[in-house]
């Protein structure tokens, strides 16, 4: 029997002229890094999102640890992270010479175990980083009960998740910082880039970090990495911005094409209010 090949593309972004004349009057705007389409970018993800502010930076990972670096984790604290899950989101921990605490995930939704979570916790525990695996939202009810009881912070690693939504809620406004992915396999995607959103204030995001009276302004203090150290390699440029307002505008009907696989395996939601983001595995 004669076997057919084919090759899997690791990613086909579907993209085109409008994109590549978008980007190209960036370049003829002058504003290659951080102008207005990076302005307006945060502005329209913040409120699509539900969140107060958003913040583009480089990557996922960026986000995650801009979101660390806020709420002031020191080396020897821990911050519980799921089994499964992208490297990234311990090795943002290990940066800090924090401690990486590994959970067991729901062997159905194959997202952070809350209970499982509940029995990592000690006095040196800082935060917990749930993991939207695939798309499919963590019980955040749970972990965000879990979090208010132990006084842990929570930090979404919302990479997968866009535009899922837990009861009703956009994954973006529940916790007070989510980590957002525009990598070229995302369901939104500029190639590279990132978007850490908070939904506090702009009064108490002046004061809130780590429970203590510090006066620095976290937005200041975020934005400033971006020009400085290793915060040089964060930021987000004006190419990648006026991507978005094409790639929203041409965005398929996943179901449709979903419709046409053989083999396809969607991730299973805990319940009919959960929404979920559009990763699938192919089988």
Request: charged fraction near 20%; include cysteine.
């Amino acid at each position: 029997m004669k076997i057919k090949e084919q090759t899997i593309p690791f990613h086909a972004a579907s993209v085109g002229e409008d994109e590549a004349r978008a980007a190209a009057d960036v370049i003829r705007s002058g504003w290659l890094t951080m102008g207005p389409k990076t302005i307006e970018f945060e502005r329209n993800f913040a409120y699509y999102a539900g969140a107060r502010h958003a913040i583009g930076v480089s990557s996922c990972t960026a986000a995650l640890h801009l979101a660390l670096e806020a709420v002031g984790l020191q080396q020897g604290d821990e911050v519980l992270v799921p089994t499964t899950t992208f490297t990234a989101t311990a090795e943002v921990v290990v940066y800090f010479k924090a401690i990486p605490v590994l959970v067991d995930v729901d062997p159905i939704t194959l997202c952070i175990d809350p209970e499982e979570a509940r029995k990592k916790i000690t006095s040196r525990t800082r935060a917990i980083l749930p993991v939207h695996f695939a798309g499919q939202p963590c019980d955040m009810d749970r972990i965000q009960h879990l979090a208010a009881g132990h006084s842990l912070h929570v930090i979404e690693d919302a990479a997968h998740s866009l535009p899922a939504s837990f009861r009703g809620t956009p994954v973006g406004a529940i916790s007070k910082l989510t980590a957002f992915s525009f990598y070229a396999t995302k369901t939104v995607t500029t190639g590279e880039g990132g978007m850490l959103v908070t939904r506090i204030s702009r009064i108490e995001i002046l004061h809130w970090r780590r429970g203590t009276q510090q006066k620095e302004p976290i937005v200041h203090h975020v934005n400033a990495k971006r020009g400085e150290g290793w915060g040089s390699h964060l930021g987000f440029d004006e190419i990648h911005h006026a991507f978005i307002d094409c790639i929203r505008q041409n965005k398929p009907a996943l179901t449709n094409v979903l419709d046409c696989l053989d083999g396809t395996l969607l991730p299973i939601a805990a319940e009919e209010s959960i929404k979920r983001g559009a990763m699938v595995n192919v089988g």
